[in-house]
């Protein structure tokens, strides 16, 4: 049954909807305030909420950021006054569903909300599809060249058909999830499920229920009994992404899931078998933890039976621009443009940068590029500013944009005239020979720059 959450300060809108949804045989829990509506998000699952905006204290969008930080699937309608529009828009920048506006017609609610549960059912099927699929024409989903990512595919196919727990090490944003994807894609247990699980996203109090399950009225909230995630993936793969993040509690009865091969729902007597293989991924040193005793050592050998390690995106540069290409192909074609490459310049631009964000980074630096692109090449102007470098002087310095900045503005005389130039030169060559640019780039106005090209002989 889907779970619907209403969220208003006004006690007769509040019954009014109750009165409405229920006829439409949903199930539904009222909040009377925003504070009342984090509460219960934080100890039960909606598939919706339709919250109003103005609220004392909490407001509407308050509890949307909050809905979507718990569980960024669910849908958000808010419902705003007539003439407040505006606050209504950011909300749905914010990850909203949709809006109504009072005084809203009753079917218009009715195919709001029915929109909203068929978004959410169509964005589960996608991925329930892609993991199924896991693979792009017979090859992995994973892009990779460099020495390392090559050992990572020997791992992979040492590993895919037996049912060792793998621990997958790296920073976020490496690719651990598409690491896990591809050992059972590739494995034995290919065509049974595969369930990724956010161990740091879902509430500490809910954890056993949601990885275990738990009987009708075994605790507040339990209005019906549930499956739990163990039992979902029984005969398949269970991938426990950030399980550094799991509390010592939960890591006891995790650990005795692995041991026995048996899981037990809250308030229920019944022990279940479960045939499930365990991969898991953390960004954080799980061997650190064990000695500071925030996880414990004998769930660590558990599930490190086999550890592979990703590593960060700046220790393997020869995998940029490939990564690169990729991400250009895919969002070209979502966004239904024609752009074939990038400029010489954009592919340096992307191959000297340290990307703190590693390849999540990179995908969104490419987004961005290609959406506000006009051309069928990526120019340099289409990317964010921090990867705007300019080239060293000869003796292999390298300067960013910041740097030459500070250098005309009132250090310029203590430099030596060779590296000013160098600098002049290497900014004209950066904007295309075009000085109006290079002004722009260096700080400083075109009379002064005309001047030193003239005093240096510079040609451009």
């Known amino acids: 049954m889907i779970q619907i959450l209403v ?105 709001r909300i029915h929109r909203a549960i068929e978004t959410q059912k169509i964005e589960h099927e996608n991925r329930r599809l892609k993991q199924e699929l896991g693979m792009k024409d017979g090859k992995w989903d994973i892009i990779g060249v460099s020495s390392s990512m090559q050992e990572v595919f020997t791992l992979i196919n040492r590993v895919k058909d037996t049912r060792t727990n793998v621990l997958i090490s790296g920073e976020s944003g490496t690719g651990k999830e598409l690491v896990a994807r591809a050992i059972h894609n590739q494995g034995v247990r290919r065509d049974e499920p595969f369930i990724p699980i956010n161990c740091g996203a879902i509430p500490e109090n809910l954890v056993e229920s949601e990885l275990f399950g738990h009987k009708r009225g075994s605790f507040t909230g339990a209005i019906e009994n549930k499956k739990g995630l163990f039992l979902d993936a029984d005969g398949g793969t269970i991938f426990l992404d950030e399980v550094g993040e799991l509390s010592l509690q939960a890591q006891v009865k995790l650990l005795r899931v692995i041991q026995d091969k048996k899981i037990k729902p809250i308030g229920d007597p019944t022990e279940y078998p479960v045939d499930v293989r365990i991969l898991s991924a953390t960004n954080k040193d799980l061997r650190q933890l064990v000695k500071e005793s925030r996880f414990r050592e004998d769930l660590f050998y558990r599930l490190n039976v086999i550890q592979i390690e990703m590593r960060p995106l700046r220790d393997r540069r020869d995998d940029i621009l490939p990564l690169a290409r990729h991400f250009l192909e895919n969002y070209s074609a979502e966004f239904s443009k024609n752009i074939q490459n990038f400029s010489k310049e954009a592919m340096d631009l992307l191959k000297n940068y340290s ?65 000013e130039k160098g600098l002049i030169e290497d900014a004209i060559r950066a904007c295309s020979g075009d000085r109006t640019k290079a002004c722009g780039m260096l700080g400083i106005p075109m009379r002064s720059l005309r001047y030193r090209i003239k005093k240096y002989n510079i040609i451009d």
């Open 355 to 419: 990307y703190p964000g590693n390849i999540r980074e990179l995908e969104n630096i490419v987004e961005r590029a290609v959406a506000i692109e006009s051309t069928p090449v990526i120019l340099p102007e289409s990317l964010p500013k921090e990867l705007t470098l300019v080239a060293a002087d000869k003796g292999g310095r390298s300067y960013t944009l910041e740097d030459i900045r500070l250098t005309f503005n009132g250090v310029i005389d203590n430099l030596l005239a060779t590296i």
């Open 7 to 111: 969220v208003d300060d006004d006690r007769s809108m509040r019954e009014f909807l109750e009165l409405v949804l229920k006829r439409e045989r949903y199930s539904v829990t009222c909040a009377k305030d925003g504070a009342d509506a984090i509460l219960l998000l934080k100890e039960n699952y909606f598939d919706l909420v339709i919250t109003d905006l103005m609220m004392p204290a909490i407001n509407g969008l308050e509890v949307l950021k909050k809905a979507k930080e718990l569980y960024p699937d669910i849908q958000v309608i808010v419902i705003t006054a007539f003439g407040a529009i505006e606050t209504a828009v950011k909300a749905i920048k914010l990850g909203a569903h949709d809006y109504i506006t009072k005084p809203f017609n009753n079917d218009d609610l009715r195919l």
